[in-house]
């Protein structure tokens, strides 16, 4: 039984397709109705589940890994990915192949023993020739010879000729692509000397043959070794320890960490279940759209004091005179004084169809106030609510045992702002968690009027009763509006509002609501 959650997969797998290709707007996404693919121009790479992989969970999640850095070397090296489906783009890809394992290996060196390990298991899952018919079998005992120098069944002594020289030219355009730094157009036009040499049309009709046919197959480790020894004499230039190679020593531990982490998200995912708060569950959410790095970096840097837990400041009195501040006549001392965030803090968001139009900057801020509070270490989760299907939804973000990730940035980017604002309502629906959690401040940042004021007043005197402070702040397209908003709020019970025409003023308030 797979144990790891989507949700878990697609976050490590962004983080290391990110790192890997060195391209920070690439998304993933886990589909089991396709093989894995990579679409250049979405930035979108789409990856099969682990359980329809051969193996043990390990042994899933290692090829799983693996292909996932064969997906990011192309991001990185490919300028061009053609359809498998007919013979041209189904040759021209396998040498991309191997043209840019060779090229991410000159970087990537500690990835041999899982490459040599993803190859056992491809030529395991790789058809018997017997089993392909026509011209498309030449082309299977082409891919096979090329990917692992040897081919499974038999074929006819003549077109094994026509495969052996063919693929003895392709090696050679792949050694000539890495040493003269040829790319994919290169590699291109030579495809269509390989197509003439195994005499068959460039369209012809390719079966599918995903690495996963045979799902659910165990190999024994006898069985393992005789076939990663096949792999391993035609990759001679990979220097591993075959046994080594099948313990996977190098990527366990991660594995393990993958496991506890999923464990963790487990538990949460019933406890927001219970209380009918729901977790965003669409996995192809590109955040990298509401990510402002300027306005993140500048509220690290803004705050980075904070940081080490010493800020300085001014004083009539301290540790070292400021010359030019006495010439301004200001207080001349500097000391550092020790400034924490202990407070824990709660915040929700407004994605009612008000916000709609400001949807991508609204959560342009609190992405990077949360990028932020992350940053200083402090405790915080993070909730919206909008209309689906013509019903209130409360959403969790981020719950505050749970690290600010690209995940989580997800689910903030795929949320639609819709509907009204049933503030009671949604108030109702997180008591039970804030009741338990009993964080020290409840902050709501919304632009409208509660559908129901009264029920507002009502929840917000019970939350107090909880001992939270209750802080919202009001959001609007000028000062005047959003003045306005905030003296509204005030007559519900809240103990402090903040006005907000500004949104990227939202971080520093926020802050500054914790400095207080």
Request: hydrophobic share 40%; aromatic share 8%; charged share 30%.
């Amino acid at each position: 039984m797979i144990r790891l959650q989507n949700d878990s997969l697609v976050e490590i797998a962004t983080f290391l397709v990110r790192r890997w290709s060195e391209k920070n707007n690439i998304t993933v996404e886990i589909s089991a109705k396709a093989e894995t693919r990579t679409r250049l121009q979405e930035g979108r790479v789409i990856l099969a589940p682990l359980e329809k992989r051969i193996g043990d969970d390990f042994q899933r999640y290692r090829q799983f890994r693996t292909m996932l850095w064969y997906e990011a070397m192309r991001i990185k090296f490919c300028k061009k990915i053609l359809s498998n489906d007919h013979a041209f783009g189904f040759i021209l890809n396998a040498m991309e192949t191997l043209r840019i394992e060779r090229l991410g290996r000159q970087i990537w060196r500690g990835m041999d023993g899982e490459i040599i390990f993803n190859y056992t298991y491809m030529l395991v899952a790789r058809p018997q020739l017997g089993t392909v018919y026509g011209k498309a079998r030449i082309v299977e005992a082409f891919y096979q010879y090329l990917m692992f120098g040897a081919i499974k069944g038999n074929i006819q002594p003549s077109s094994f000729e026509k495969v052996k020289k063919a693929v003895a030219f392709a090696n050679n355009v792949i050694d000539g692509a890495v040493k003269q730094e040829y790319g994919t157009d290169w590699l291109e036009k030579k495809t269509g000397e390989i197509i003439r040499i195994l005499d068959i049309d460039s369209l012809l009709t390719v079966p599918v043959s995903l690495p996963f046919m045979k799902a659910g197959m165990t190999l024994s480790e006898i069985e393992l070794l005789k076939v990663l020894k096949v792999i391993s004499k035609d990759r001679g230039e990979m220097r591993v320890d075959p046994t080594s190679v099948i313990r996977g020593d190098d990527v366990y531990d991660e594995y393990k960490i993958l496991l506890d982490e999923n464990k963790k998200t487990e538990n949460r995912g019933l406890a927001t279940e219970i209380v009918g708060i729901q977790t965003p569950q669409t996995r192809n959410a590109d955040e990298t759209t509401i990510y402002d790095p300027s306005l993140i970096n500048g509220l690290k840097i803004k705050f980075k004091q904070w940081k080490s837990g010493w800020r300085e400041q001014h004083a009539n009195t301290g540790d070292e005179f400021d010359e030019e501040s006495y010439i301004e006549g200001n207080k001349p001392f500097l000391t550092d004084i020790k400034k924490t965030i202990k407070t824990k803090i709660v915040i929700l968001l407004d994605h009612s169809s008000s916000i709609a139009s400001d949807a991508i900057e609204y959560k342009k801020a609190t992405l990077a106030l949360c990028e932020v509070l992350s940053f200083l270490r402090v405790r915080f989760a993070v909730y919206a609510f909008s209309t689906q299907n013509r019903s209130m939804v409360c959403w969790s973000i981020k719950p505050d045992d749970l690290k600010w990730n690209n995940m989580t940035a997800k689910r903030l980017a795929q949320i639609t702002a819709n509907g009204s604002t049933p503030l009671a309502e949604v108030y109702d629906r997180m008591f039970p968690i804030l009741q338990s959690k009993k964080p020290d401040i409840f902050l709501t940042l919304t632009d409208g009027e509660p559908s129901d004021p009264d029920a507002v007043r009502y929840m917000t005197k019970s939350f107090k009763g909880l001992g939270i402070s209750m802080v919202a702040m009001g959001l609007g397209p000028n000062t005047v509006r959003a003045t306005t908003i905030a003296c509204n709020l005030k007559r519900l019970g809240y103990e402090k509002t903040v006005a907000v025409s500004r949104l990227d003023d939202i971080p520093d308030k926020v802050i500054g609501i914790l400095e207080r």
